[in-house]
């Protein structure tokens, strides 16, 4: 697929439409600010897009370029090593790469004793004797190691070193797996919550870095009661479907009351909040390109990043000409 | 000129300076350290410094002491014990890269009749094997992957500044041990009628398929002589090990007439069969 000026495509996610493998490889790339297509496919599309791919098999990251990655722990590593999530002393990716095979192994004993009938054919004896002996031997050893892992860390908000590694994303994702899936839930979550207290801090530490992703943010909206500036950030968060709480004040309730609390940054609507996440964002047009940045509505392309400036020039009431400055130097 | 008595001041204040740890290691460490081994070697030096130091200097002995453990391989005090069973397996890339690394290391075999003892004896972490001990320096690692993975970027053979070249490395590594794990699949808790039907998947579909991707990357590949760059990475450890330890073992005789079909693979395999041995 040649690249044609002009013509930009994003890098391609394609998998299942759950958690699972694909988990940690989205949250990687949603971090580092890479915007992505995240396809998901139904499972019963599978068989119709398994045919179009190398090795039969999901994850598969689709570069710019149109070449196909696959195997979820070298796209993983991959993405890591590009954008400054691999730890280069041996010691600490062998902690990484020790953390996710642990997981893993886990993991498929898990879908062993745990999975119904198609996926897993023991009767149901061998199946409860095994996930009894998984909860109380096996996995307690693996846990173990992982939690002794967090302890012996220099800092035990990260799982290796003093930043986010690969390791903290693929840990956020098993996480989710396992709390999107009842059956998982159930069994697992008050196991960990009483049993390793700290890997459970730790958890609900790197799950706040995500509350945008998984849409927990409680966005506050301030303006006035017309549409105003604000109505295009209305629009965006109605398009993607974000709740938000539309907060309106008259003229009068706004001189009178809330201009001189010390809320308001800048003395000025509109303003966006979100208490969870820390975000206190005034300045309209500043508002609107950071969330189309990261629900991918900003054009990628300069022709039309310049465009937008051209659309936005006539909407200001006096004259603030950056457009011009843009323009020119010919 | 550096311990002349009319540069007093600029020594002491050297030494000070030293006393600082830093986080990761630099090469006023590796200057350090040439220097201390220096001191140590030297005999005359040894009795007229080397007590001064671990006296009036505690911080810095105890951090020359931490930092000389790093190049126990190079002094040649590594006394590095890889324990697993006495067959090929998932440790015979371990010991590929252990000799191509000039680490000489203790081979220990451990029977199937005595595994079941050593397993609760708490010395296993994960009461698996093959594990990698080293006393001297203080390691105790488990879980072949990642002990690949810790060797290949100590010693250079794991791309790690390349992001692509890493994945291309990571790409040979992942599918090899897909082609591991299935077979081990066959031995772990299953059920009988399960087994028929998953050993024909595993050797009618999955690894037929592998294989074909795999030569079409060899054909690729213009030197022919290393599957990625121009010397040996832990792609090529992966290949041959996993070859000795599944492809050649009697337990599955279907990869015999699997590897007809695929000239190039076996070829490589011949190759370097001879050159990597331990």
């Given at each position: 697929?040649?690249?044609?000026?002009?013509?930009?495509?994003?890098?391609?996610?394609?998998?299942?439409?759950?958690?699972?493998?694909?988990?940690?490889?989205?949250?990687?790339?949603?971090?580092?600010?890479?915007?992505?297509?995240?396809?998901?496919?139904?499972?019963?599309?599978?068989l119709a897009t398994k045919a179009k791919?190398?090795?039969?098999?999901?994850?598969?990251?689709?570069?710019?370029?149109?070449?196909?990655?696959?195997?979820?722990?070298?796209?993983?590593?991959?993405?890591?090593?590009?954008?400054?999530?691999?730890?280069t002393n041996h010691?600490?990716?062998?902690?990484?790469?020790?953390?996710?095979?642990?997981?893993?192994?886990?993991?498929?004993?898990?879908?062993?004793?745990?999975?119904?009938?198609p996926v897993s054919t023991l009767d149901e004896k061998t199946k409860e004797e095994g996930m009894k002996k998984l909860i109380e031997t096996d996995g307690k050893l693996y846990l173990n190691a992982i939690e002794r892992k967090l302890i012996e860390n220099v800092s035990q908000d990260f799982i290796v070193g003093r930043k986010h590694t690969i390791a903290d994303f693929y840990l956020v994702g098993v996480f989710i797996h396992m709390m999107h899936t009842p059956k998982w839930?159930?069994?697992?979550?008050?196991?960990i919550a009483s049993g390793y207290p700290l890997l459970q801090s730790y958890i609900e530490k790197r799950l706040t870095d995500f509350n945008e992703y998984y849409k927990k943010c409680d966005y506050k909206l301030y303006y006035f009661v017309t549409p105003g500036r604000a109505e295009m950030t209305r629009i965006l968060f109605r398009h993607c479907k974000?709740?938000?709480?539309?907060?309106?004040?008259?003229?009068?309730?706004?001189?009178?009351?809330?201009?001189?609390?010390?809320?308001?940054?800048?003395?000025?609507?509109?303003?966006?909040?979100?208490?969870p996440s820390g975000i206190n964002y005034s300045?309209?047009?500043?508002?609107?390109?950071?969330?189309?940045?990261?629900?991918?509505?900003?054009?990628?392309?300069?022709?039309e990043k310049l465009s937008l400036i051209h659309i936005s020039e006539p909407t200001r009431r006096y004259a603030i000409s950056y457009a011009v400055f843009c323009l020119k130097k010919k | 000129f550096f311990f002349s008595s009319r540069r007093r001041h600029t020594r002491q204040r050297s030494v000070s300076w030293a006393r600082r740890c830093v986080q990761e290691t630099a090469i006023a460490d590796f200057y350090l350290m040439g220097i201390y081994a220096n001191v140590l070697n030297h005999p005359?030096?040894?009795?007229?410094?080397?007590?001064?130091?671990?006296?009036?200097?505690?911080?810095?002995?105890?951090?020359?002491?931490?930092?000389?453990?790093?190049?126990?391989?190079?002094?040649?005090?590594?006394?590095?014990?890889?324990?697993?069973?006495?067959?090929?397996?998932r440790a015979e890339m371990i010991r590929i890269t252990l000799k191509q690394m000039h680490n000489p290391f203790e081979d220990i075999r451990i029977k199937y009749e005595d595994w079941p003892k050593e397993k609760v004896s708490g010395k296993f972490e994960l009461q698996q094997l093959p594990i990698l001990e080293c006393e001297a320096c203080g390691i105790n690692v488990c879980q072949a992957d990642a002990i690949m993975h810790r060797l290949g970027i100590r010693y250079g053979y794991l791309p790690i500044s390349n992001p692509e070249k890493?994945?291309?490395?990571?790409?040979?590594?992942?599918?090899?041990?897909?082609?591991?794990?299935?077979?081990?699949?066959?031995?772990?808790?299953?059920?009988?009628?399960?087994?028929?039907?998953?050993?024909?998947?595993?050797?009618?579909?999955?690894?037929?398929?592998?294989?074909?991707?795999?030569?079409?990357?060899?054909?690729?590949?213009?030197?022919?002589?290393?599957?990625?760059?121009?010397?040996?990475?832990?792609?090529?450890?992966?290949?041959?090990?996993?070859?000795?330890?599944?492809?050649?073992?009697?337990?599955?005789?279907?990869?015999?007439?699997?590897?007809?079909?695929?000239?190039?693979?076996?070829?490589?395999?011949e190759v370097n069969n001879k050159l990597l041995q331990h």
């Open positions: 697929q040649r690249r044609v000026h002009g013509d930009y495509c994003l890098m391609k996610l394609y998998y299942f439409d759950f958690p699972g493998r694909g988990e940690a490889i989205r949250l990687t790339l949603s971090h580092a600010g890479v915007p992505f297509e995240d396809v998901r496919i139904q499972f019963k599309d599978w791919l190398e090795l039969k098999q999901m994850p598969v990251l689709e570069l710019e370029g149109g070449k196909q990655l696959t195997q979820s722990y070298a796209i993983l590593e991959y993405l890591g090593c590009k954008y400054g999530y691999l730890p010691d600490e990716i062998y902690r990484c790469i020790f953390i996710m095979n642990t997981i893993e192994d886990v993991f498929q004993k898990a879908i062993i004793y745990g999975s119904p009938p839930k159930e069994l697992f979550a008050s196991h974000i709740p938000f709480g539309d907060i309106r004040f008259t003229p009068d309730q706004w001189m009178k009351e809330e201009k001189k609390t010390g809320k308001y940054e800048l003395e000025q609507l509109p303003v966006l909040k979100c208490e300045q309209s047009d500043a508002i609107i390109q950071t969330l189309g940045l990261k629900h991918g509505l900003l054009p990628v392309n300069k022709p | 005359d030096w040894k009795t007229m410094f080397g007590d001064r130091i671990e006296k009036k200097y505690p911080v810095l002995h105890a951090y020359a002491e931490k930092r000389m453990k790093d190049f126990n391989l190079y002094y040649g005090k590594c006394k590095t014990k890889l324990y697993y069973f006495d067959m090929p397996g890493l994945y291309k490395v990571l790409w040979w590594c992942n599918t090899w041990k897909d082609i591991m794990e299935g077979c081990a699949k066959l031995f772990g808790p299953i059920s009988e009628g399960k087994k028929v039907q998953t050993r024909a998947d595993l050797f009618e579909k999955t690894v037929p398929l592998y294989f074909a991707r795999m030569e079409e990357r060899l054909k690729l590949n213009k030197a022919q002589s290393f599957l990625v760059g121009k010397s040996y990475t832990n792609a090529d450890f992966y290949f041959v090990g996993i070859w000795r330890g599944f492809i050649q073992n009697p337990m599955f005789p279907e990869f015999k007439e699997i590897t007809k079909k695929f000239p190039l693979l076996e070829q490589y395999f």
